[in-house]
C-alpha cells in the first residue's frame, strides 16, 4: 500500500529553522518524483519545492528559493525539507505528496498525499 508520512513541524521564531521529512513506502523510490506542498488557512494549496529520485534535480518556487532545500535518502525512502530563516508568511500545513517522474509544483498532479504537518512561525 502506498503511504507517506511526514513528521518534524512546530512552531519556530521568525528567521528560525525546521527539518520535515516525509517517509514513504509502498513506491519504487527511485522512480518517484516527491514534491512538498503547503496551504495556510483560507488558501489553496502551493507548491514549494520537489525532487525527482532519479536525477536528483529539485525546485523551488519563487517564496522559498534560498531557504529552503529539498533532499532525498534513497536507502531511508525518505525525502527531507530543510526549512531556514523561516517567515511569518510560511506558516502553513505542509504536504508532501507522490507522482511518477517527472515532478511538478502543481498540487492536481500528484496522486498520493501525506496527512500534512503544521508549521508555525511567530514572535
Known amino acids: 500500500e502506498a503511504q507517506l508520512v511526514e513528521s518534524g513541524g512546530g512552531s519556530v521564531q521568525p528567521g528560525g529553522s525546521l527539518r520535515l521529512s516525509c517517509e514513504v513506502s509502498?513506491?519504487?523510490?527511485?522512480?518517484?518524483?516527491v514534491g512538498w506542498f503547503r496551504q495556510a488557512p483560507g488558501e489553496g494549496r502551493q507548491g514549494v519545492s520537489f525532487i525527482s529520485n532519479g536525477d536528483g534535480s529539485t525546485t523551488y518556487s519563487d517564496a522559498v528559493r534560498g531557504r529552503f532545500t529539498v533532499s532525498s535518502d534513497k536507502a531511508k525512502h525518505t525525502v527531507y525539507l530543510q526549512m531556514n530563516s523561516l517567515k511569518l508568511e510560511d506558516t502553513a500545513v505542509y504536504y508532501c505528496a507522490a507522482r511518477r517522474w517527472p515532478g511538478t509544483l502543481n498540487p492536481l498532479m500528484y496522486d498520493y498525499w501525506g496527512q500534512g504537518t503544521q508549521v508555525t512561525v511567530s514572535s
Open positions: 509502498g513506491f519504487d523510490f527511485g522512480d518517484l518524483a
